[in-house]
C-alpha cells in the first residue's frame, strides 16, 4: 500500500472511530445517569437551607435537563445541515438517539428532521446512513403519532419530486436529442432555435442510422434521472415502504414514485388513494385494498396476487402511455377479490409482431393469468385495451427500409403511427422504446399503442391478424364480463385463413384451453405467488 492510501486508509478508520464516540457521548448525556452526575453539585449547600435548596436544585435538575435535551437536539440538527458528509453522519447519529426516547415530542420531531433531510440528501452514503437508521428503529419505538407523521413528510417529499421529475421527463429527452443532434454536425441546424419539438423537416433529413441514435433518447419518467434526483428521490421510496413495514399508517398515496416498493410488510391499506402513482412492480400481495382507488396509476407488473381489491377503482386514464420504462408488464391479479371492482381500461391482452433477421418467431400474444380471480355481477368493465406492439431489429432495418412494417420509422417519424394487425387498416399513435443489444441483428425499435374496445361497434373492426387470438383469451372466469365474454365471441367468430400461419395459430389455439386448466389446477391461492402471464409463440 502507497503512503497516501494508508494515510486516506488512516483517515477514514480516525473519522469512523470518531462518529462512534460521538453517538456514545451523545448516549451518555442524554441518558438519566449523565443528567444526575450533572445535578449533584447542585444540592452540595449548608444544612439550614437543605429544604429550600432541595426544592430549587429540583427545578433546576429539570430545566437543566431540558436545555441539556434542547442543546444536544440543535447540535444534531446543525450536523445535519452541515456541508460536509461527515457531519450530517454525526447528525444522523445524533437523531437516531431521539427516536428511541420517551418523549414523543421529540420522537416526531427527530423523525420528521430526518425524513425531511432524506428529501435534499444527494450523497448516497449518508442516505444509506439515513435509511439505516429507519430500518434500525426500536421495537415500540418511535410513536405511532411519530410514525404517522415521518411517513406523511415521505410521501408529501415524494410526491413533489416525482412531480417535478415528471413534468420535466418530456424536457429531458429533448435535451438528450439536442446533444446527439450536435453530434452529427449539421451545418444548416440551428440547435437553439428548436422549440418543445424537433422540427419534422430535421427528422426526415436524417438517415435511418442517426434516427435510431435520437430514439436512443427515449425513456420513462423516472429514468435516466439526474443524481441529485435521483438519489433522495429512490431515498423516499425506500422511506415510505420502510416505515409502513414499521407500522405507520395513511391513506394519501396519491401521485407518489414507490416503483417495486413492497407493502405488503405493512398492514391494511383499505380506502387509499393511489391516485396517479407510478406503482409499477409494486408488491400488494395478499393485501385488503378494499375501496382502494389505483386511478390513473402505472401499475405495470404490479403484483395484487390473492388480494383483496373488492370495491377497489382500477381504471385506467383515457391518455394511457404504454412505454412508461423499458418494458410493459401486466398487472398481477391472479386470486384477488375484484367483486365492485373497476377494471375499466386495464389491458387484458398483447400483441407483438415482431420482424428480425434470426430466429424470434414473428408473433408473441401474451395474457395476463386470472383463472382463479373473484368476480361478480358487479365488477365493472366499461371498456379495456389491447396493447398492440411492433418491434423490428436495426439489422431488418437496413435490408427492408421501405417495407410496410417500417413505416413508422421512414415516414412518420414527426408524429409516428402504426397499423393496428388486428383490424383492417387502422392507425394508432403510438410510443418508442429502444432495447440495446451487443449488435445491430439483436437491437430493437418497439413502437406500441394501446387499441381501447368498448362497445359492439369496436368489436365488430376485430379483422386480419385477429384470429390468432381464439382459444388464448378464453379464460372461464372472465366470461362474466359482459364486454370480455362478447369479445371472446366476437373472435371466435372470426374464420381461420387456410394458409401455413392459419394451420399455425389453430394448433396453438387448441391447446389454450388445456392450459387454462393446467394453470387454474396447480394454482394455490395460498402460495406466495402464482402464475402471472400466459406467453404464446408463433412462426410465421
Not at 454536425?185 to 441514435?213: C, F, K, Q, V
Request: hydrophobic share 40%; net charge negative; proline share 4%.
Amino acid at each position: 500500500m502507497d503512503l497516501g492510501s494508508q494515510q486516506g486508509a488512516e483517515k477514514n478508520a480516525l473519522e469512523t472511530e470518531k462518529l462512534l464516540l460521538e453517538k456514545q457521548l451523545l448516549q451518555r448525556q442524554l441518558s438519566k445517569q449523565g443528567v444526575v452526575l450533572s445535578w449533584v453539585p447542585a444540592i452540595t449547600v449548608p444544612l439550614l437551607g437543605v429544604i429550600v435548596a432541595l426544592l430549587v436544585g429540583f427545578l433546576q435538575w429539570h430545566q437543566g435537563a431540558d436545555n441539556q435535551t434542547n442543546e444536544r437536539f440543535d447540535k444534531a440538527l446543525s450536523r445535519l445541515a452541515s456541508q460536509r458528509p461527515e457531519e450530517r453522519i454525526t447528525g444522523i447519529f445524533g437523531l437516531d438517539l431521539f427516536l428511541g426516547e420517551s418523549n414523543e415530542l421529540l420522537q416526531k420531531q427527530a423523525l420528521v428532521f430526518l425524513v425531511n433531510a432524506l428529501s435534499l440528501e444527494a450523497d448516497e452514503r449518508v442516505r444509506g446512513a439515513m435509511l439505516e437508521v429507519l430500518a434500525d428503529l426500536p421495537t415500540g419505538r418511535p410513536s405511532q403519532e411519530a410514525l404517522n407523521a415521518g411517513l406523511r413528510v415521505a410521501i408529501e417529499r415524494n410526491r413533489s419530486l416525482a412531480n417535478l421529475a415528471a413534468r420535466e421527463w418530456h424536457g429531458r429527452i429533448l435535451k438528450q436529442k439536442k446533444q446527439t443532434l450536435a453530434k452529427f454536425n449539421m451545418p444548416w441546424l440551428d440547435l437553439n432555435g428548436i422549440g418543445d419539438e424537433i422540427p419534422a423537416h430535421t427528422l426526415a433529413a436524417l438517415s435511418t442510422e442517426r434516427y435510431l441514435s435520437l430514439l436512443d433518447a427515449e425513456h420513462g419518467p423516472f429514468e435516466m434521472l439526474d443524481p441529485a434526483q435521483e438519489v433522495p428521490l429512490t431515498g423516499l421510496m425506500e422511506a415510505i415502504q420502510t416505515l409502513i413495514a414499521r407500522g405507520a399508517t395513511s391513506t394519501d398515496f396519491k401521485g407518489i414514485y414507490c416503483d417495486a416498493c413492497k407493502f405488503n410488510a405493512g398492514k391494511s391499506l383499505d380506502g387509499a388513494d393511489f391516485k396517479g402513482a407510478s406503482l409499477r412492480y409494486a408488491d400488494f400481495a395478499h393485501m385488503s385494498l378494499r375501496r382502494t382507488s389505483f386511478v390513473g396509476a402505472s401499475l405495470d407488473g404490479a403484483n395484487f396476487f390473492d388480494a383483496d381489491l373488492t370495491g377497489a377503482d382500477l381504471s385506467v386514464f383515457s391518455d394511457y402511455e404504454v412505454f412508461t420504462g423499458r418494458v410493459f408488464s401486466f398487472p398481477k391479479f391472479e386470486c384477488a377479490k375484484l367483486g365492485g371492482a373497476d377494471l375499466s381500461g386495464q389491458p387484458l391482452v398483447s400483441f407483438l409482431k415482431r420482424f428480425n433477421t434470426y430466429s424470434l418467431s414473428p408473433y408473441q400474444i401474451a395474457l395476463p393469468s386470472m383463472t382463479s380471480v373473484q368476480l361478480d355481477g358487479s365488477t365493472k368493465l366499461d371498456n379495456f385495451s389491447i396493447i398492440i406492439e411492433l418491434g423490428i431489429t436495426d439489422d431488418y432495418l437496413k435490408v427492408h427500409k421501405v417495407a410496410p412494417e417500417a413505416k413508422f420509422l421512414m415516414e412518420t417519424r414527426s408524429s409516428p403511427t402504426i397499423h393496428n394487425p388486428l383490424t383492417n387498416g387502422s392507425e394508432m399513435s403510438a410510443d418508442f422504446a429502444r432495447s440495446p443489444g451487443s449488435t445491430d441483428k439483436y437491437k430493437w425499435t418497439f413502437a406500441a399503442a394501446a387499441w381501447v374496445l368498448g362497445n359492439k361497434d369496436d368489436l365488430k373492426s376485430l379483422a386480419n391478424e385477429a384470429f390468432m387470438l381464439r382459444g388464448h383469451i378464453d379464460q372461464p372466469a372472465l366470461r362474466v364480463l359482459p364486454l370480455y365474454s362478447q369479445f371472446i365471441d366476437a373472435v371466435s367468430s372470426l374464420s381461420i385463413p387456410n394458409s401455413t400461419l392459419g394451420k399455425l395459430a389453430q394448433e396453438r389455439s387448441d391447446k389454450s384451453a388445456e392450459r387454462w386448466a393446467e394453470i387454474k389446477n396447480s394454482l394455490s391461492c395460498n402460495s406466495k405467488e402464482g402464475p402471472f402471464d400466459l406467453l404464446v409463440e408463433i412462426p410465421g
